[in-house]
Nanobody
Framework: QVQLVESGGGFVQSGGSLRLSCAPSTVAFGSIFRNSTVGWYRRSAANERELVATITSGKSTNYGDAVKGRFAISRDNAKNTVDLQMNSLKPEDTADYYC?????????????WGQGTQVTVSS
C-alpha cells in the first residue's frame, strides 16, 4: 500500500514556479510521517534518482546542489504535509518528483515512497 501521495506537479515555462505537496495517504501513517525525515527526489529520462531536498521532523533542511537557492522545502505541521516550493525553474528540472518518508524500524531505516508527480518545464 502506498503511504504517501504527492500533488502539485504540472507544466510551467522556464523561470516559473510550482509548489509540490506530500502528505500521508492514510490516517494510520500520519503520526509516523509527522515524526520522520521526509525527502523529495526526482528522476528524469537522462538521470538516475537525484536528491532534491530533505527535512527532518525538527525542520532541519538539506538540498541537492542543483536546486540550492531556488527550491525551498518546508513542513506544515497543522496540515501534516511537506511542501516543496520550486522557483526559477529550468528545463533541466523536468522530471518525475517523488517524496519519501524515512521511518526508523528497529535498527534500520525504511523508506516509504509515493507514486510521484510529473513536472515539465518548457524553454
Amino acid at each position: 500500500q502506498v503511504q504517501l501521495v504527492e500533488s502539485g506537479g504540472g507544466f510551467v515555462q522556464s523561470g516559473g514556479s510550482l509548489r509540490l505537496s506530500c502528505a500521508p495517504s492514510t490516517v494510520a501513517f500520519g503520526s509516523i510521517f509527522r515524526n520522520s525525515t521526509v525527502g523529495w527526489y526526482r528522476r528524469s529520462a537522462a538521470n538516475e534518482r537525484e536528491l532534491v531536498a530533505t527535512i527532518t521532523s525538527g525542520k532541519s533542511t538539506n538540498y541537492g546542489d542543483a536546486v540550492k537557492g531556488r527550491f525551498a522545502i518546508s513542513r506544515d505541521n497543522a496540515k501534516n504535509t511537506v511542501d516543496l516550493q520550486m522557483n526559477s525553474l529550468k528545463p533541466e528540472d523536468t522530471a518525475d518528483y517523488y517524496c519519501a518518508a524515512f521511518v526508523l524500524s528497529g535498527a534500520t531505516i525504511r523508506p516509504y515512497w509515493g507514486q510521484g508527480t510529473q513536472v515539465t518545464v518548457s524553454s
